[in-house]
């Protein structure tokens, strides 16, 4: 006797339908019972008070700043703020001098009431014309730095000396790389 092609469709639905009957008998067990959630923790009823006069009061900070001395000449020869210094021919402010300019923000912004020049330096080498323009693209580069990191730019002015004020004297290396910064000049406190 030769199988149908009926017969195995027959035995497929039977197979099927055994199958399907014994995952259907098949029980999953129960969900677990719900969480019982904490009651609600009953506070005391507030009573709002209606005032009504002002009353000002004094906020006393945490911050504890420290008293700046009158004479400006003595503020900056205390060093609260620190030069940045620059490579040959640039601007830009190296990565290095980041967080030293982020420190003096910090330090104007502790202190809003204090004004600053930044003083752009150049070494001896190149022209006296090209040392003055470089010095003025210096200042400005941290000027525009101290700004970006909040410090209000009408308190800060610029001003270019070139090679005119050098911090070390020398043609070596040591001193022309001493001498390509931008200075922090205290104006007013």
């Not at 070390?168 to 007013?188: D, M, P, Q």
Request: proline share 8%.
């Amino acid at each position: 006797m030769k199988p149908t092609p009926r017969l195995f469709v027959a035995l497929i639905v039977v197979i099927s339908m055994m199958a399907f009957g014994a995952c259907k008998s098949s029980k999953l067990p129960p969900p677990p019972p719900p969480t019982p959630t904490p009651a609600p923790v009953v506070v005391d009823e507030v009573v709002e008070e209606v005032v009504e006069e002002h009353i000002t009061e004094t906020i006393v900070s945490e911050e504890v700043v420290e008293e700046l001395p009158e004479d400006l000449e003595l503020l900056n020869a205390r060093g609260y703020l620190e030069d940045a210094f620059f490579d040959t021919d640039l601007w830009d402010i190296r990565p290095e001098y980041r967080e030293t300019l982020a420190k003096n923000a910090a330090w104007l912004q502790q202190y809003s009431t204090v004004k600053i020049l930044v003083e752009g330096h150049c070494d001896e080498r190149n022209t006296r014309e090209y040392n003055l323009a470089l010095g003025e693209r210096r200042a400005a580069a941290v000027r525009d730095y101290l700004v970006f990191l909040g410090v209000a730019p009408e308190r800060i002015r610029t001003i270019s000396y070139g090679e005119e004020r050098p911090f070390a004297v020398g043609s070596t290396e040591e001193a022309f790389s001493l001498n390509r910064r931008a200075h922090f000049v205290i104006t007013a406190r």
